[in-house]
């Protein structure tokens, strides 16, 4: 499939799952925004590697995911230097592990703003241009999280759950528009975001972390495997087909068998 002449914005794309989207993305042949936090040389050199790899457009939005202003700026600038923006992938995200009791009040709002606000953002900036082309695609990375929870992540669980409703709202109004809009919830992929909050979760728990990883994560997921970045992006590519067309409002599990269970 040859995805030529689109243009894909991913948020949180300069690390993990959002780095695999962009990669397979312009593996295709469509031009690419990256966006995420990191070391300028180390996105710079990621940003010309697609180009060079690729022989699309890469360029590169700072925009952080908590200001709605820098969201509609990222989009702006993905129509005034790319040309359009036909596949948007909210995927920024972050994590924090910690009982109720002790939840940081500014983590809750942090992780509802960049897990959840701003899929709101950036869709209400991109819906217009994908109505006036008649064509787009609308994917969030929404987690195993959004369908069961676990102990010790309220706000990340939430803010799951709100964008798997969010996903269904947006896929209703857009519908008649040939524009999608479906969430891909993985289970555990082996990311910087993962490896984080192993500490917490030996703290929060009382484990080692090879029992965090064996007990806890793992322990999730039948397959007793890891989910990779590439087979994430390998679903949203195919989402971008015209034969998942039809596939609009869904939330796709790619989670080992987890929520199954
Ligand atoms: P990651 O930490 O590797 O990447 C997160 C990305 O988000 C980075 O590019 C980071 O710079 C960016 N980011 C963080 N805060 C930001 C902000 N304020 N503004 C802009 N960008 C910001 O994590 P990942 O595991 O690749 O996670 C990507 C998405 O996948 C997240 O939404 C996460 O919840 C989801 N997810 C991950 C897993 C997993 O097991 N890794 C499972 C299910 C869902």
């Keep these: 499939m040859s995805l030529k002449g689109k243009v894909a914005v991913v948020t949180g794309s300069t690390s993990g799952i959002g780095l695999a989207y962009a ?12 966006n995420g936090f990191g070391e300028a040389g180390a996105i710079e050199t990621e940003r010309s590697g697609i180009e060079r ?10 925009a952080d995911m908590t200001r709605a202003a820098e969201i509609a700026g990222m989009i702006e600038q993905a ?20 009982p109720i009791e002790d939840f940081p009040i500014e983590k809750w709002d942090q992780i509802i703003a960049i897990n959840l606000s701003s899929a709101f953002h950036a869709i209400r900036a991109a819906v217009p241009g994908m ?20 102990p010790f992540k309220s706000a990340y669980v939430s803010a799951k759950h709100g964008i798997a409703g969010l996903t269904k709202t947006v896929a209703l109004e857009v519908a008649t528009h ?3 809009c479906n969430c891909i919830s993985p289970g555990y992929v082996w990311t910087p975001l993962v490896e984080r909050q192993i500490p917490d979760t030996m703290k929060a728990r009382g ?40 596939i609009t409002g869904a939330n796709l599990s790619i989670d080992g068998g987890w929520t199954a269970g």
């Design 53 to 62: 790899e690729f022989g699309v457009k890469a360029i590169y939005s700072p």
């Design 131 to 150: 109505k006036a082309r008649g064509w787009g695609r609308i994917i969030q990375t929404a987690s195993a999280h959004s369908l069961v929870a676990s």
């Design 207 to 246: 484990l080692t972390k090879e029992q965090v990883i064996q007990d806890v994560l793992l322990q999730a997921q039948p397959t007793k495997e890891f989910v990779t970045s590439e087979q994430v992006a390998a679903l949203a590519v195919f989402l971008c087909s015209d034969a998942a067309a039809q």
């Design 23 to 34: 990669r397979a993305f312009a593996a295709e042949g469509a031009d690419v925004l990256l």
């Design 79 to 98: 129509n005034r230097e790319l040309g359009s923006v036909d596949i948007l992938v909210n995927n920024a995200g972050v994590q924090h592990v910690s």
């Design 178 to 180: 040939k524009i999608t």
